[in-house]
């Protein structure tokens, strides 16, 4: 399949959402006052950002609530089965031994031709992965005999019969065609599929997560497992790259019927577990600086952001219109004193302004943006009160509140300091000297001052290391010979995602897009409910709720899986080397990644992170242990009790950091922040109040605040506080002024092809078979030269007299040519 097969995901119009239009006149207003009542009583997040969910969860997102009776019939097939072999014993009163025998039955069955049959000894083998639910009474006793029995099934070599079962079916033709033929694909198109991938996620996700009580051989286990699935021991590639084939052929329509989510799933886990979550990323990273002799990094960054609190939104229009509207009747009552939490770090006013609502008015640019679908105001989440008399020019001393310190240490690249000292030069002494960073001669006292602490706080990162030791390699390729290449997960994966980056990276792009909420239906886009419609559609108002709760809650989990699996991949290759982190980002980048991730946001973002698309006694294993209630639509309506919804705020994180991560120090990025009119949608998401999200939001404001003009800094004072207190400081980054605009031209071609060369010779250096042809050895002796073994073709003896007088005896050849001077 050839990249122009598949088509990159177009944003064409980033005004949509869903089917919501712009409101007018008095329904702006109503829509913002509800939006301010909502958002005055939004509390604090109590959400702890990590790789995963808990254990239960992971386990219950993986089933769809139309496969509930999927259950019972895993366990049927079992019981028959298992009932002419245990002699009236139940599984968990048999001997290890004997369960070892059992699935080692098992496995021979898996062998057999006939497949229904194959099937069942499949789903038997599902319903021992689950857990024997039948036989327990608790969710805690489920999960313990899930566990046990995973184990068990690792160690009897359950994993690489499965394997060969799922590339059977993926090469499966007659069933790819038949689900290209239907008109509409449901759950049965998928079933052997679906068990197949379902027993390898629990296998992968129950060995992934480490417990306290774990067993030594279940420890060496996971090592021996984590090893194989990171390693090119499955058809010569690791198996997260039969997952993303996958993904591609759904894609690009030749297997429709392929059950996405559950694919989505296992390919994230089985990266989370091959290259390691974010913990194993900061420790990687600290060993990975020891090793290049660089300085420790100044804080641990997981640690730092879990310590950070979460501010209030800044006052949103309506609130300021009805304090213009209380002032205007002339009432006058004290504030009471509020607890200090803020976007504003001094909860100041600024003096110069009326105190009228355009205190915190949005500037033109803001309220008629390209990209917002609506007006959503930011509300604060304290309870309105008629404002105090303006204050004097001079606000007392005791409401400014300073920050007890600054969570980030300020960090200066090198190329800072050597710019600061090209621009001193050029002031003080008429010329400059390169990139000289150690000459202060002719320079003033305050110059070498300011030098010493920029020098205190440099900092060199990993990869600036690795960009300065491939121009090495670049320019001296003979003298430093080849470069030792450690063989790690991530480099083994890399190299086999390669030839294919781009299909892979459009192809999951366009899953994010189908599954995104702001996304309308269309009939060319991909179908990704292929896993959770049933074969006959609902008909009670019931039925169908349920089916349009498990819709949601379907495309919530891919989002989820996408935006995790799309950050661990830029971490992880980020971390291995920066050109391989590179080629990623360009890739999401002109597959319109950055509209896409905006489009996202640009909802009303509360109400999706507080989504309840959930039946709590439909998950898995609260469904298989406990008498199913009657469900009515009140309680499908009422939903959990949860505050907020996890996997979405997760979501959410995720790819905000994916934003971050692609257009940090990247100019002609950041531009296209400016261009998407990105910055209204950004401060509607500062209304959530969770600390992680805030920042990395904050961070995306703080690059392109220099861009959005004096208007706009000066009326949105409130977060560029939050963005002093909250982000990392760059010594001498004037982003709150914008002084270098002039000097900066946009030229997005001109960037980008400079960085697409710098990818391509890394490319070629290290991973191409024929590299260094010009630099080659020849050999000049003809003895030697006619002496070594040629491989022939088989047929050349067939046709070798053809060949000798087409092309030696039917050319003339100009012997005196030979004799003449060159």
Known sequence: MQAEDMEVPIINNLNDSGDRQRPRGKDVFKDQQKESESSMESPNLEFEYGDTDTLTAELSELYSYTEEPEFALNRDYFEEDFRSHARGRRWIEQTVEEQKAYVMRLLDALEVTDRDKRLKVARAILYLAQGVFDE????????????????????????????????MEID??????????????????????????????????????????DRPEWKAAREAFKNELGSPLYNGEPFALLLFTMV?????????????????????????????GFEELQEMKVRGRERLNLPPLPEDSIKVVRAMRAASPPASAMELIEQQQQQKRGRRSRRPLVKQDSLDTYNERDPFKNDDARDEEEDPEDTDSGI???????????????????????????????????????????????????????????????????TLVGLPRPIHESVK??????????????????????????????E????????????????NLSQYVIALLKLLLAAAPTSKAKTDSINILADVLPEEMPITVMQSMKLGIDVNRHKEIIVKAISALLLLLLKHFKLNHIYQFEIVSQHLVFANCIPLILKFFNQNIMSYISAKNSICVLDFPHCVVHEMPELTAESLEAGDSNQFCWRNLFSCINLLRILNKLTKWKHSRTMMLVVFKSAPILKRALKVKQAMMQLYVLKLLKIQTKYLGRQWRKSNMKTMSAIYQKVRHRLNDDWAY????????????????????SIEKFNSRRYDRNKNGDFAPVDNCLQSVLGQRVELPEDFHYSYEMWLEREVFSQPIQWEGLLQNP
């Open 136 to 167: 327990c009474d608790t969710e805690v006793d489920v999960l313990h005999w899930s566990r046990r029995n995973v184990f068990l099934l690792y160690d009897m070599g359950i994993f690489t019969a499965l394997l060969e079962l799922l590339s």
């Open 453 to 482: 602490t920029l020098k205190q706080h440099k900092y060199v990162s990993i990869a600036e290391v690795q960009i300065k030791r491939e121009e090495e390699l670049q320019q001296c390729p003979l003298t430093l010979g080849d």
């Open 248 to 276: 591609t052929k759904f894609c690009s329509m030749n297997a429709p019927h392929f059950p996405m989510k559950k694919v989505l799933l296992l390919l994230w886990k089985t990266i989370l577990f091959t290259l390691g």
């Open 738 to 757: 914008g002084n270098d605009i002039d000097a900066r031209p946009w030229d997005f071609q001109a960037e980008e092809c400079a960085l697409r060369e």
């Open 372 to 438: 917002e679908g609506e007006v959503d105001p930011l509300d604060r989440d304290v309870i309105i009160q008629p404002p105090p008399p303006p204050p004097p020019l001079r606000p007392p001393t005791e409401r400014v509140n300073f920050p007890k310190g600054l969570p980030w240490a300020p960090k200066v690249r090198e190329k800072d300091i050597e710019h600061f000292l090209e621009t001193s030069r050029n002031k003080f002494i008429g010329f400059t000297l390169g990139n000289d960073t150690e």
């Open 484 to 499: 030792e290449v450690e063989e790690t997960p991530a480099e083994m994966l890399y190299l086999g995602m390669l030839p």
């Open 172 to 213: 499966n033709s007659q069933a790819c065609s038949s689900a290209v033929r239907k008109p509409a694909i449901s759950l049965a198109d998928s079933t052997e599929l679906r068990v197949l991938l379902s027993i390898m996620y629990l296998m992968v996700e129950t060995i992934r997560v480490q417990t306290e009580d």
